[in-house]
């Protein structure tokens, strides 16, 4: 465990991502505020990826020869962390997807269209990502169920005081973010599990951005499935991880067909082979796993819970330093309700014209609706600026930030 708060230690871990220390095409030092969209990668990772092709590389769970049993012991030692990372009982509950929004879709598909019917019930939220909206909307289309709601409050939280106006026995699932990536709140994700499961619903939990800061927990949780992508977790891209709850993947049918998820094939039928496997058709991205492995390993080498720690104070920080810009709304939650993302609008300065005077001064944010038409179009805006933050940022580099954003102000006010 690392105290991050140590400036020595935390300047340890940070010159892990050598990425961050560059000097851009201004003349500016790079300040990286856009982890939700990507995380960057420790060398840990880099050199895990550089390793398997330069040492390890070969078809998993094939070849009958020494590199082949190399890579499929990498590839499935990462499912096992991934299992400890979120809890799990079992490792054939982790499916190797392609990320989220595969592994919604792969929910969406497998479950949802086998088992919903007409009248029966999603219940979404409009704070959710499009991955996590669209694949239902499509499950609806194709089965006749029926899509609903649960209230926001104005704050940009769900209303759970209205939750029983929306939740009852025709709710067969209920699909919602841990945590959000536009307002950083984070949702009450073990009480809904409870509540739904009370009804007979499920619970599919987008873990996009709350599997990366340490809040998931699917046996403490009671979580019936989990998507969270690797490239967030400090892993690479191409990569990304479901987990079911093992009865419900074997009743599930598969998303996608050909090699390895079989068991048998004749001339004209076929049979699924076990789990996980039975979701991962093709040559998957097993360089990919392994890499998350070792983002996996990585973390945990620091330490969840000093790294929860350190985010949040930051967020504080961060949340206090936005607060003093004059004409800036953060939106969502106030503290201590949300993690280490900030959107934000600031008054007579379009979203995109501050994220490219941002850019001039070094620090990368994003603006645009962040996958959340519905949450923009409730909020009343076109797009947001969105500051999102991760351990290997410091204060110092918040304080560039708001410095930035007051110089922008500048600009617009001439
Ligand atoms: N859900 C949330 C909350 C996200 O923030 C994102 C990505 O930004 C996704 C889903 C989609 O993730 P991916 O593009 O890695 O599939």
């Not at 499935?225 to 987990?243: E, I, N, Q, R």
């Not at 796993?289 to 330490?303: D, H, N, R, T």
Request: glycine share 8%; proline share 4%; charged share 25%.
């Amino acid at each position: 465990m690392a105290d991050l708060s140590d400036d020595a230690t935390w300047r340890t871990i940070r010159a892990e991502f050598p990425i961050l220390d560059q000097t851009l095409r201004t003349g500016k030092k790079l300040v990286y505020l856009d982890t939700a969209a990507t995380a960057q990668k420790p060398n840990r990772v880099v050199d895990c990826i550089r390793q398997c092709y330069e040492r390890d590389n070969s078809n998993v769970h094939r070849g009958i020869h020494e590199l082949g049993d190399r890579m499929t012991t990498l590839l499935e030692d990462a499912r096992e962390q991934v299992r400890e990372l979120l809890g799990a009982r079992e490792v054939e509950e982790i499916v190797f997807t392609s990320g989220t929004t595969m592994s919604l879709n792969l929910v969406a598909h497998g479950w949802g269209r086998k088992f919903l019917r007409a009248g029966d019930v999603v219940l979404l939220n409009e704070m959710e990502h499009h991955a996590n909206l669209v694949p239902w909307y499509e499950a609806a289309k194709a089965t006749g169920a029926e899509i609903r709601h649960i209230p926001l409050t104005t704050d940009g939280r769900l209303d759970m005081d209205q939750l029983d106006t929306v939740l009852d026995r025709q709710v067969k699932l209920v699909a919602v973010t841990a945590m959000s990536n536009v307002l950083g709140t984070i949702n009450p994700v073990a009480e809904l599990a409870r509540r739904a499961h009370d009804v007979g619903a499920l619970i599919a939990v987008d873990g996009a951005q709350s599997v990366p800061h340490g809040m998931t927990d699917v046996t403490r949780d009671q979580i019936d499935f989990l998507a969270f992508s690797g490239h967030k977790f400090y892993g690479p891209t191409g990569v990304g991880v479901l987990y079911g709850r093992r009865e419900l993947l074997e009743a599930m049918d598969p998303f996608l067909f050909g090699g390895h998820m079989i068991r048998e094939v004749t001339r004209d039928s076929a049979t699924w082979a076990d789990l996980p496997a039975k979701f991962e058709a093709g040559t998957g991205p097993f360089i990919q796993a392994a890499g998350l492995g070792a983002a996996i390993a990585y973390i945990k080498q620091i330490g969840m819970e000093p790294i929860m720690a350190y985010e949040h104070e930051l967020a504080r920080y961060a949340g206090e330093r936005l607060a003093e810009v004059p004409e800036l709304t953060i939106l969502g939650p106030a503290w201590p309700d949300r993690g280490a993302i900030f959107s934000f609008v600031v008054e007579g300065v379009h979203p995109h014209d501050l994220s490219d005077l941002l850019d001039r001064q070094g620090v990368a944010i994003r603006a645009g609706h962040h996958c959340t038409m519905p949450l923009h179009d409730r909020l009343g805006l076109a797009a947001s600026a969105r500051a999102s933050l991760a351990f290997y940022n410091n204060r110092e580099e918040v304080d560039s930030l708001v410095e930035a954003i007051l110089a922008a102000r500048r600009v617009f006010r001439r």
